[in-house]
């Protein structure tokens, strides 16, 4: 049997049979939620939906009592889970303060003035959101994250639980898991799961946000990055710099499409992947090389279509 299946097996019975008996109320001792699951590679979009939206929570979990628990930072100083029991009591009441000097594991303060508004990659990155829970400069709730990450992707999904809980003025069980890969300092990404008490799951969600910043190339061993390669190829005439593309080839007939590139993600796919259907407009480019030529521009084959 292969290994996806065996472990979506062990999810499974997990999930089936562990739900009610598993007694670790410690989040400090528990790994983080979405190593249970098998998280697909960045491929541009922002985050993946996991196990159909349904969080993993235990049914003794589902209480209204308000609480904020975070984790103990690691031995490598990474900043793990927090889990927390939202609700009109937890949301802030007074403005919110400066962050002050604290450096979460990897960070290193990198300016792309071109590429990003606000210039800077990496944002001290609330787990729990300051609008969520009031904490605002606890170093255990504060991780390395993307500017895209912390001002686009997350946040959207932060909006969903406070517009809920002004709406309602119910409480939401909320965890969220920064997820690293081996020692890596920097987090490859965020579980977020949310299920709101009183009407039994009428917020819920369970995805996974990769902290990915468009147009960097991330080290997540380090924190150190640098610019992603920059396009290339007959169609890069958009680009804003005088590109030194490589000429076309003199040939009459014309060129064949051989390889389509994702100038996000930097992963290149055949034309007849199924991949390349999802990839936005913006970030699709035709490439008339060879594999080889596609490789040296930066470009890796894509996991689904392996070309
Ligand atoms: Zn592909």
């Known amino acids: 049997m292969k290994k996806r299946a065996v472990i979506a097996l062990l999810v499974l019975l997990i999930l089936s049979v562990g739900t009610y008996s598993r007694a670790d109320s410690s989040i400090s001792d528990s790994v983080p939620r979405s190593s249970l699951y098998d998280i ?3 491929d541009g979009e922002d985050f993946v939906v996991l196990q ?8 003794w979990q589902i209480s ?28 802030p009441t007074r403005p919110r303060g400066q962050i002050g000097n604290v450096r979460p594991s990897g960070w290193h303060t990198t300016r792309y003035d071109d590429l990003i508004e606000d210039r800077y990659l990496y944002n001290r990155a609330h787990v729990i ?3 969520l829970c ?23 999904f932060e909006k969903q639980v406070v ?5 309602t003025k119910n409480h939401v069980i909320y965890r969220c898991s920064p997820t690293y890969a081996g020692d890596d300092l920097v987090a490859t990404g965020v ?20 902290n990915v910043q468009p147009g960097i190339v991330i080290d997540y061993a380090t924190g150190e990055s640098h610019r992603a390669p920059t396009r290339m190829g007959p169609n890069a005439e958009d680009d804003t710099q005088e590109a030194e593309a490589p000429s076309a080839p003199q040939a009459t007939e014309a060129p064949v499409v051989t390889y389509v590139l994702n100038t996000n993600t930097y992963k290149f796919h055949y034309p007849s992947c199924p991949s390349v259907q999802e990839i936005k407009q913006r970030n699709r480019q035709d490439f008339y090389g060879t594999r080889d030529e596609v490789i040296a521009a930066g470009y890796e084959p894509c996991g689904r279509c392996n070309p």
């Not at 100083?77 to 609700?87: D, E, I, S, Y």
């Not at 390395?144 to 686009?152: I, V």
């Not at 517009?163 to 709406?167: S, V």
């Not at 949310?194 to 009407?199: F, K, L, Q, T």
């Open 40 to 42: 697909p590679a960045y």
């Open 191 to 210: 579980q977020m799961e949310a299920y709101s008490v009183e009407d039994a799951g009428g917020l819920c969600f369970n995805v996974f946000v990769f």
């Open 64 to 91: 209204p009592e308000p609480y904020v628990m975070f984790s103990k930072l690691d031995d490598l100083g990474r900043t793990g889970p927090a889990m927390a029991c939202l609700g009109p009591e937890t949301m």
């Open 163 to 167: 517009d809920y809980m002004e709406k």
């Open 134 to 156: 009031g904490d605002n400069a606890t170093p255990e709730n504060l991780f390395t994250g993307t500017r895209h990450l912390n001002a686009n992707s997350m946040l959207s």
């Open 52 to 59: 159909e939206d349904r969080p993993d929570f235990y049914t």
């Open 129 to 131: 959101g300051y609008l």
